[in-house]
């Protein structure tokens, strides 16, 4: 059993709050993921949960076990860091083996316990190698077989993955995705990068200065952000917004941007008529915005004028920012679309996919849909 449970955790240094009357329930087995930007207090939401740092207040438990005063051995955790922390005069073998060689461990177990993590991980061939041989994705193979000979409860990541280039996070990506459906062990892993959050985590906590903004499944937080915070933060390119206001006109609600207008669908318009005359941010994703010729079926009429001023073809896509009146947007368009700088097209707005935020904080989204 790993379930962990923080209870109104705080932790402060000097005059700095890194976090805030935290409180989350992590089920056993499950894929958590730490994400916000820099100094949110992630990071030391992790060191709390691993004994590193004893929180000011507040309760953590490690099963049914309240572990505050318990120090990092104690715990039934691993923890991959960063950095990989290996010893550069020992071998890969003995680097993986070192934590049960110094608990005394017999050597046929740290043997077959190093050859089965190895073979996890696609190691085995460099079992002999001093880390100085190995590449950047072999370094931190390493350094997750030596947490996971352990057998732990919880597996903890502190930005493993910050270290690597671009080709070599995807691909780390996806070996920790299928480590985690092999080992079926609670994990735990703390990241900047929303893209890391988003398609690694079976459950993402979005934290922003101390605090949880939003928790749950990534498609949840992506569809229905619960303010604008969030809203921006994940997805990628990152979410339009847009200071309008909910106007009336012949009976029909209009988002009123001041350089456009947009119709609000019926379905849409009844969650919203009770703030016509309000100042709102109105948010559409990229996505949403798709030029004439390769629009969706569903995306009819609504439309916006605006002009091209980057262009930034992707290969499988094509991202626009463009200028419509006074308000600079970026559109994800097909890659097939033959476009210009400087010129003028039409967007059509997919309005089934609309986000309204409160214009004041907290900034929380206006409800639009069942």
Do not use: W
């Not at 849409?268 to 079926?297: C, M, W």
């Amino acid at each position: 059993m790993a379930q962990i449970v923080l209870e109104n955790v705080s932790k402060s240094f000097g005059n700095v709050k890194a976090v805030k009357n935290f409180s989350l329930e992590i089920n056993d087995k499950e894929f958590l993921v730490l994400v916000g930007p820099s100094g949110c207090g992630k990071s030391t939401t992790l060191r709390i949960i691993a004994g590193l740092e004893e929180p000011d207040s507040g309760k953590v438990f490690i099963g049914d076990q309240m572990v505050n005063h318990l120090p990092p051995k104690d715990r039934n955790i691993s923890m991959v860091f960063q950095d990989y922390a290996l010893f550069p005069h020992l071998s890969v073998y003995d680097n993986i083996g070192f934590g049960m060689k110094i608990r005394k461990f017999p050597k046929h177990e740290i043997e077959k316990r190093v050859k089965e993590a190895a073979a996890i991980l696609g190691i085995g061939e460099l079992l002999d190698r001093k880390p100085k041989e190995l590449s950047g994705g072999q370094r931190q193979r390493v350094a997750v077989g030596r947490a996971i000979v352990r057998n732990p409860s919880v597996f903890l990541f502190d930005e493993p993955l910050s270290n690597l280039d671009a080709k070599l996070r995807v691909q780390m990506r996806g070996e920790l995705s299928r480590l985690h459906d092999r080992l079926k062990t609670t994990m735990i892993y703390v990241t900047h990068d929303q893209v890391e959050a988003m398609t690694m985590g079976t459950k993402i906590v979005i934290m922003r200065e101390g605090v949880i903004e939003q928790v749950g499944p990534p498609m949840e937080l992506y569809d229905r952000p619960t303010n604008q915070f969030v809203a921006g933060f994940i997805g990628s390119p990152a979410m339009n917004f847009v200071p309008a206001s909910i106007t009336l006109k012949n009976s029909s609600l209009y988002i009123d941007a001041k350089s456009f207008q947009l119709l609000i669908p019926p379905h849409k318009a009844k969650y919203l008529k009770n703030h016509v005359g309000q100042e709102i941010t109105f948010g559409i994703r990229a996505e949403d915005l798709q030029n004439k010729p390769f629009s969706p079926d569903n995306v009819k009429g609504t439309s916006i004028e605006a002009t091209i001023e980057v262009i930034e073809p992707l290969g499988s896509e094509i991202h626009l920012e463009v200028s419509a009146g006074e308000h600079l947007l970026v559109a994800r368009v097909e890659p097939r679309a033959k476009l210009k700088l400087h010129q003028t097209l039409k967007l059509y707005v997919n309005m089934d996919m609309i986000h309204v935020f409160e214009k004041l904080p907290p900034y929380s989204r206006i409800k639009t849909e069942d």
